[in-house]
């Protein structure tokens, strides 16, 4: 034990165990750059050389040979895991590049980069809500923050400890840790701690703070609803110094809000996907924002890698528009909903209603003029708008829309499952696994790949003598998880067998009124006779939910940047429209809600 003295005090408080990770050999590459510069603007892109658990590599570290919109462009000599590289790009225009070692075993890309002279905010990019060592994880505070500045190459991040579990002098070291680490314009490092109750009580909540200084943790010992920690923090604080984000896992009590200190809602993390939990808000009136963060319990906030169980997927960010990277702009951002969620990938997302940008309310018209151009880091799969909750708009751009079917194609087979709580102010529901084996008749089965193969839950591995024959395994919370399928020989017969062994959902915080049941064992067919406007599927009942399992043919190589245009009319005061995107790879984004007409509460 350890003795740390403070204000007169003392408190006992077990060291956090000295240990070092050390990463193997490179097993991948990601590249991080701003999303938007300005023509001859000098900005720094950093390459990362990770093993296959995300850590930095070791070794022989490869020099990098980097493309720019396919075409080579230079080289890049690299002595550790982390290279910087200054670049400048003249041409205005969207860039996507890539990076590749010499002998092309490794391979990956950078996040989408708009040249534009056009006076705009910048996009900037954080994570809000991740853990270390102080709670629940692992890692130091300093490894936490290392990590989101060098590693994940954010613009801003919160290390947001459960209050449960801090005393006074860890808060000391988080409040110096965020002085030790901001640099003004380049990055910004909230204080900030996890406000955590159970559900019944309001449901777990991050709070930041603009500044470090003279600030008090307003905890769940002494403020044990949320009624009275919004009371709590306008007593100890300037409400334009606090941001409150509720998240969905010990799900945050969206009848209640406070618009001055609540003006984000987390709708996506490492525990899952919650796009309902932001509709719960609206609908109750309250005009918040989305973001999404990755709940990391690893030190590892911002590029996350999926740790099963719980945190079963890879995490969020958060996105906020602001004319800089101040502390001050990018917070000011937060507290006017000048921001929109990703599922992890730095999409570019612009949308607007009559002009009126994200998170904010226009002057009633009839008419409404939406707009949207997104940038995406992988071909864009489907784009849906809504409006009052309800579906107005959606156009896929992934689907084969030829007629005839191909006898060589590939086909999307997708997997997905709701996770809003079975019953009002309960815990969501867990993860939904999906277990057994399919089998291809009447085609054969050229290839099978997980969309995404860093996701460890999803697997496919062939099964027996016969290579159409393959054993998978995957798990869906509110999304979809997916294979590509290349199949040749297709014909009107072709079809595949599903046999799907029993599981039982896990992973969710423990609810109040139904417990995670069992899926049971279940057998269907996916047939290409029975595709309807290019999909069949199959929907599994389980308590109401709708799990659904489809198949549809697709195009590899569609478009990553689409430009929306649409015309509303509506003669009602507040309504709210917001965009959800999908790309082919299962990343998603959503913009925050834009309100046309009617009031705030505040």
């Given at each position: 034990l350890y003795v740390a003295f403070t204000n007169g005090g003392h408190y006992f408080?077990?060291?956090?165990?000295?240990?070092?990770?050390?990463?193997?050999?490179?097993d991948g590459v990601t590249g991080f750059a701003p999303s938007i510069v300005k023509p001859g603007e000098t900005f720094t892109l950093s390459i990362r050389a990770q093993d296959r658990f995300y850590n930095r590599a070791t070794g022989s570290i490869p020099d990098w040979q980097v493309a720019k919109n396919g075409e080579p462009w230079l080289q890049v000599e690299a002595d550790e895991a982390i290279t910087l590289t200054d670049l400048s790009i003249d041409e205005p225009g969207t860039y996507h590049l890539t990076v590749s070692s010499a002998d092309g075993r490794i391979t990956g890309q950078v996040n989408p980069i708009l040249v534009t002279r056009e006076e705009r905010d910048r996009i900037f990019w954080g994570d809000t809500h991740g853990h270390s060592g102080f709670a629940e994880g692992i890692g130091t505070p300093e490894y936490f923050m290392t990590w989101a500045r060098d590693d994940a190459r954010l613009d801003y991040v919160?290390?947001?400890?459960?209050?449960?579990?801090?005393?006074?002098?860890?808060?000391?070291?988080?409040?110096?840790?965020?002085?030790?680490?901001?640099?003004?314009?380049?990055?910004?490092?909230?204080?900030?701690?996890?406000w955590s109750v159970d559900t019944t009580r309001g449901g777990h909540h991050n709070i930041l703070f603009r500044t470090?200084?003279?600030?008090?943790?307003?905890?769940?010992?002494?403020?044990?609803?949320?009624?009275?920690?919004?009371?709590?923090?306008?007593?100890?604080?300037?409400?334009?110094?606090?941001?409150?984000?509720?998240?969905?896992?010990?799900?945050?009590?969206?009848?209640?809000?406070?618009?001055?200190?609540?003006?984000?809602?987390e709708i996506m993390s490492q525990h899952g996907n919650f796009e309902w939990f932001g509709h719960l808000y609206l609908q109750h009136g309250h005009r918040v924002g989305f973001t999404a963060a990755s709940d990391n319990h690893l030190s590892q906030p911002g590029y996350s890698a999926p740790l099963g169980g719980s945190l079963s997927q890879r995490g969020g960010l958060g996105a906020v528009l602001a004319?800089?990277?101040?502390?001050?702009?990018?917070?000011?951002?937060?507290?006017?909903?000048?921001?929109?969620?990703?599922?992890?990938?730095?999409?570019?997302?612009?949308?607007?209603?009559?002009?009126?940008?994200?998170?904010?309310?226009?002057?009633?018209?009839?008419?409404?003029a939406i707009s949207a151009t997104i940038i995406g880091t992988a071909p864009i799969n489907k784009v849906t708008l809504i409006k009052n909750d309800a579906v107005l708009w959606e156009q896929s751009y992934l689907d084969n829309d030829e007629q005839k079917l191909s006898k060589k194609?590939?086909?999307?087979?997708?997997?997905?499952?709701?996770?809003?709580?079975?019953?009002?102010?309960?815990?969501?529901?867990?993860?939904?696994?999906?277990?057994?084996?399919?089998?291809?008749?009447?085609?054969?089965?050229?290839?099978?790949?997980?969309?995404?193969?860093?996701?460890?839950?999803?697997?496919?591995?062939?099964?027996?003598?016969?290579?159409?024959?393959?054993?998978?395994?995957?798990?869906?919370?509110?999304?979809?998880?997916?294979?590509?399928?290349?199949?040749?020989?297709?014909?009107?017969?072709?079809r595949i067998d599903f046999d799907l062994v029993e599981t039982l959902e896990s992973g969710g915080a423990p609810p109040f009124y139904r417990p995670p049941r069992r899926i049971p064992a279940e057998s269907f067919s996916?047939?290409?006779?029975?595709?309807?406007?290019?999909?069949?599927?199959?929907?599994?009942?389980?308590?109401?939910?709708?799990?659904?399992?489809?198949?549809?043919?697709?195009?590899?190589?569609?478009?990553?940047?689409?430009?929306?245009?649409?015309?509303?009319?509506?003669?009602?005061?507040?309504?709210?429209?917001?965009?959800?995107?999908v790309q082919a790879n299962d990343a998603m984004a959503w913009s925050s809600p834009i309100w046309i007409g009617g009031h705030d509460k505040r």
């Open positions: 408080s077990l060291p956090i165990q000295p240990i070092k990770i050390v990463g193997a050999m490179a919160t290390h947001s400890e459960h209050d449960i579990w801090l005393d006074d002098a860890e808060w000391e070291v988080l409040q110096q840790n965020v002085r030790n680490f901001t640099e003004e314009g380049k990055f910004a490092p909230y204080l900030g701690y996890e470090p200084d003279n600030r008090e943790r307003i905890g769940a010992h002494f403020y044990p609803t949320l009624s009275k920690l919004y009371q709590g923090l306008r007593n100890n604080a300037d409400p334009a110094d606090v941001v409150i984000i509720p998240h969905a896992h010990q799900a945050g009590d969206y009848r209640q809000n406070d618009p001055e200190l609540e003006p984000l809602i004319p800089s990277g101040t502390t001050d702009a990018i917070f000011d951002a937060m507290k006017s909903l000048r921001a929109y969620a990703t599922s992890g990938e730095r999409m570019i997302l612009d949308f607007t209603v009559n002009d009126v940008a994200m998170g904010q309310r226009g002057p009633f018209a009839r008419q409404r194609g590939t086909f999307l087979l997708s997997f997905s499952s709701a996770a809003n709580p079975y019953h009002p102010n309960d815990n969501p529901r867990g993860w939904r696994g999906w277990e057994g084996t399919l089998e291809v008749h009447n085609a054969t089965l050229d290839s099978i790949e997980p969309l995404d193969a860093g996701f460890p839950q999803q697997t496919a591995n062939a099964s027996g003598a016969s290579a159409n024959r393959i054993v998978f395994s995957t798990k869906t919370r509110g999304d979809s998880s997916s294979y590509l399928l290349k199949l040749s020989g297709v014909q009107r017969t072709t996916l047939s290409i006779k029975d595709l309807q406007n290019g999909e069949v599927g199959h929907t599994q009942l389980v308590d109401g939910y709708m799990d659904r399992a489809a198949l549809r043919q697709v195009i590899t190589d569609g478009p990553r940047e689409v430009t929306i245009s649409h015309t509303d009319e509506s003669d009602k005061q507040g309504d709210y429209y917001f965009l959800r995107v």
